[in-house]
């Protein structure tokens, strides 16, 4: 452990190591990404009924505290430990962060340990925040807080390690992830599948349309936007290569919009905001592998093939025995398994080494044919841990007395956010306004708060 001088010695000696441009980049980054939190909260409360709004957005933001303290205790050792190993997992020589301050860090030596730390954990946070969406208007709160820290330690930070650990297995095969292909979606999307299995559907069944179609364009907004940091930034530096990282997932994002909305409009006639907003995702989804590694032609052919997939794996699902409220894992599972492949296929080493420093054989795009067995192997082992994994840790937890996952019939009816929370997204309010004949001053004679089966009378006397 790293007595308390020598930290201080490091923190003396960052600023004249690193450049304060690529910090500062980093960390701007990082607020970008937490962005995106309460962005999937928005984008699945407006998707869902009005008497569930309030209940998806306050589990979003308990993802970002309760993987921040997670992170903290040991996940970003267990995922970064320079010391590490295994093939498969790190170890604990950094748990609480010990050590962990100016030193050049794993992910770039542009940056130190203490601004990488913050940066991925952004990432470790938003990732649980979208596997749970699949548990919407069912889950209990309390078990899934709990499911939150046990995923997190046993499914992300165990395929983080893989992809962009000290001596992940996937790394060292060569497999390619700049920004969470493998770690962040396909964990989420399979996860979210494992979870829809064992919570079962919805007592009121699947054809609903979203109660607020402003929430989703919001959270849309919201995650186009902190999805520029979470590409772009994963090059750790203001140069190229992040440039080209952020054009690259734009591009790919609007293509995906306007694929699936012609989609949509090939069968319903109608330019469907909800189609535009499922295609910008799945756009978002397919890139983040590649984002660092791909052109901007590819990137195009990556947002249509990715909105393609995805739109014809959330077709599938009404054929299938599984209830996955907000197409998890249709956009981020097959999204981000597509997106792996693709990666292997339009890969070219030039864009790769638009930062100066990075140096590989491509894929396809540079005749180096071995890339795509090296993405399947990645990507299909990541689904296969993440499903299984957690399908194990909810089978356990739901046969625990008092961590049943799924809320009783009666409160599914009215609705979590009563039920769980207490309080509601959405009040009624009737106020009776009487005027003074002698004045003409207008006063509050009484004020009514209404919800779907709640009333709340308060009166004011003059």
């Not at 997190?152 to 650990?165: I, K, R």
């Not at 607020?212 to 190229?240: D, K």
């Not at 032609?297 to 996955?324: E, I, T």
């Not at 399908?391 to 769980?420: C, F, K, T, W």
Request: include cysteine.
């Amino acid at each position: 452990m790293s007595s308390q001088a020598d930290l201080v010695q490091q923190a003396a000696t960052t600023t004249t190591t690193y450049d304060a441009g690529n910090i500062g980049f980093t960390l701007f980054s990082m607020a970008l990404v937490w962005l995106m939190i309460p962005g999937i909260g928005y984008f699945y409360s407006g998707m869902a009924r009005e008497k569930n709004a309030l209940s998806l957005i306050v589990c979003s933001v308990l993802s970002l505290v309760v993987v921040s303290v997670q992170w903290f205790i040991w996940g970003f050792s267990l995922t970064f430990s320079k010391s590490a190993t295994s093939s498969f997992i790190g170890n604990l020589d950094n748990a609480f962060l010990r050590g962990v301050l100016g030193e050049p860090s794993i992910g770039s030596d542009k940056v130190p340990d203490i601004v990488f730390c913050a940066f991925q954990g952004m990432f470790a946070a938003l990732t649980p925040a979208l596997a749970i969406g699949s548990a919407a208007e069912r889950g209990r709160l309390l078990p899934m807080i709990i499911f939150i820290f046990i995923w997190s330690t046993l499914v992300y930070d165990f395929v983080a390690y893989w992809a962009w650990g000290a001596n992940g297995w996937s790394s060292k095969l060569g497999a390619l992830d700049f920004a969470g292909g493998t770690p962040v979606h396909i964990t989420s999307g399979f996860s979210s599948l494992a979870y829809a299995i064992i919570l079962g559907k919805r007592q009121a069944g699947e054809d609903f349309k979203p109660h607020n179609m402003s929430n989703v364009v919001l959270g849309t907004a919201l995650l186009w936007f902190g999805w520029f940091g979470f590409n772009a930034g994963s090059a750790l530096s203001g140069n190229l290569r992040a440039a080209m990282a952020a054009v690259v997932t734009n591009l790919s994002a609007s293509v995906g919009a306007i694929t699936w909305m012609c989609l949509d409009y090939r069968i319903h006639r109608k330019f469907s905001a909800l189609g535009f907003c499922s295609g910008a995702v799945a756009g978002l989804v397919s890139i983040t592998p590649g984002s660092g590694y791909i052109g901007p032609a590819p990137a195009v052919a990556v947002g249509f093939l990715g909105s393609c997939c995805c739109y014809v794996a959330v077709q599938m699902k009404h054929r299938m025995r599984f209830d996955d409220s907000m197409d998890v894992f249709a956009v981020h599972g097959v999204g981000g398994y597509t997106g792996s492949i693709l990666t292997g296929i339009f890969t070219e080493s030039y864009i790769a080494g638009l930062d100066g420093t990075t140096d590989i054989p491509g894929g396809w795009m540079n005749q180096n044919w071995i890339q795509v067995p090296h993405q399947l192997a990645e990507a299909t082992a990541g689904a296969a841990w993440s499903f299984v994994v957690t399908y194990i840790i909810l089978y356990i937890m739901n046969r625990i007395p008092g961590l049943s996952l799924r809320v009783d019939h009666q409160v599914e009816i009215d609705g979590l956010d009563v039920a769980e929370i207490g309080e509601l997204a959405y009040y009624q309010v009737n106020k009776v306004i009487g005027i003074d004949a002698r004045t003409g001053e207008q006063k509050l004679v009484a004020e009514e708060m209404k919800s779907m089966k709640q009333k709340e009378c308060k009166a004011t006397s003059q």
